[in-house]
């Protein structure tokens, strides 16, 4: 019975210890799970405008290709009727010509593409380093979940274990503790019936008179006295 409440006890304390872990980790979990997803979002969110001004970059400078292309082709043929109208007067020439002045439009034009080159390749840069940290968080959240699914199911599985063998080992000591009452009663029984009462001193000293006034009627007799 002794062994079996020890026993018992320990189990009770080791029950109480995972329940408690078991719920930290559940709440852990929990958590992790929440990050993951949260941070899931925000990378789609964060990716789905990355995309988008990438694609508009790009648009952009597309447009800004065809414009060029136009622009240089549309000077190019009116500077060359100008001067081929005026045969190269000073009218056409310098600043007024318009090859010269239509150079100065395409120049800033080349610019602006070359401005939303730069901000594409910013953006493909920041998207491809967005992505690389998105993966590493998602791979770390990943590990770390799994440890603690794992550690989740062996806590779970011996504290299932744990209950289990306190529910036998109780029916065991309840049936030990009905057969220890049976002893104990049996014994107690033989105790009483067993185990002499003290006599008190008057019976004792009268059951003794009696013993030698038996023995002296024996002496008597033998001496002689019996058979006058």
Same mark, same amino acid.
């Given at each position: ?99 010269? &002045?239509? +150079?100065?439009?395409? @120049?800033?034009? %080349?610019?602006?593409? /070359?401005?939303? !080159?730069?901000? $594409? ?68 029984? &033989?105790? +009483?019936?067993?185990? @002499?009462?003290? %006599?008190?001193?008057? /019976?004792?000293? !009268?059951?003794? $008179? ?17 058979m006058a």
């Amino acid at each position: 019975m002794k062994k079996l409440t020890e026993r018992l006890e320990s189990w009770a304390a080791e029950i109480t210890k995972l329940t408690d872990e078991i719920a930290q980790t559940t709440l852990d979990l929990s958590d992790m799970r929440g990050a993951m997803q949260q941070a899931t979002l925000v990378r789609t969110e964060e990716e789905s405008r990355g995309t988008t001004a990438i694609k508009e970059y790009q648009d952009a400078q597309i447009l800004l290709t065809h414009a060029i292309t136009t622009l240089k082709e549309v000077y190019n043929n009116e500077a060359a009727n100008d001067n081929a109208s005026t045969e190269g007067s000073a009218a056409v020439t310098g600043e007024r010509n318009r090859e010269g &002045l239509g +150079g100065g439009v395409v @120049a800033i034009l %080349e610019i602006a593409q /070359e401005d939303f !080159a730069d901000l $594409e390749k910013n953006a493909q840069l920041e998207e491809t380093k967005s992505g690389e940290m998105y993966k590493e968080l998602s791979q770390e959240l990943e590990i770390r979940t799994a440890t603690f699914e794992k550690d989740l199911e062996y806590k779970t599985r011996t504290k299932v274990k744990l209950e289990a063998e306190t529910s036998r080992t109780s029916a065991d000591k309840d049936s030990y503790k009905k057969e220890l009452d049976a002893v104990t009663e049996y014994l107690d029984k &033989l105790k +009483g019936s067993c185990i @002499a009462k003290a %006599e008190p001193y008057e /019976e004792r000293k !009268a059951r003794r $008179e009696q013993e030698l006034a038996s023995l002296k009627e024996a002496m008597d007799f033998l001496n002689g006295d019996g058979m006058a």
